[in-house]
């Protein structure tokens, strides 16, 4: 069975940094591509950053040079390093995974950039 768990969320100050973690389990996670999205209130999800089995990466280009994804196949984890944040980086941040073309996502963290 697959389970996708975030954590990590939380409240910051604009200009602030943060880092969310996902841990997978029930999958070959290092053949495995991941991925951070992000919902915000009366909006779509978009794609964050995503990383590929072989840590090739992709941002968003509202979070390129800010956000960076990583992972670390030993602890079947991927991570998101978020610095300089905005107000408009608010949103409930998903991770998602793809196995045997099924998605999977996590319950979500809580990210809220506020003074």
């Known amino acids: 069975q697959v389970h996708v768990v975030e954590s990590g969320g939380g409240l910051v100050q604009p200009g602030g940094s943060l880092r969310l973690s996902c841990a997978a389990s029930g999958i070959f996670f290092r053949v495995t591509d991941m991925g951070w999205y992000r919902q915000a209130p009366g909006k779509q999800r978009e794609l964050v950053a995503d990383i590929t089995s072989g840590g090739m990466t992709n941002y968003a280009d509202s979070v390129k040079g800010r956000f960076t994804i990583s992972r670390d196949n030993a602890k079947n984890s991927v991570y998101l390093q978020m610095n300089s944040l905005k107000s408009e980086d608010t949103a409930v941040y998903y991770c998602?995974?793809?196995?045997?073309?099924?998605?999977?996502w996590g319950q979500g963290t809580q990210v809220t950039v506020s003074s």
């Open positions: 998602n995974l793809s196995y045997f073309r099924v998605p999977y």
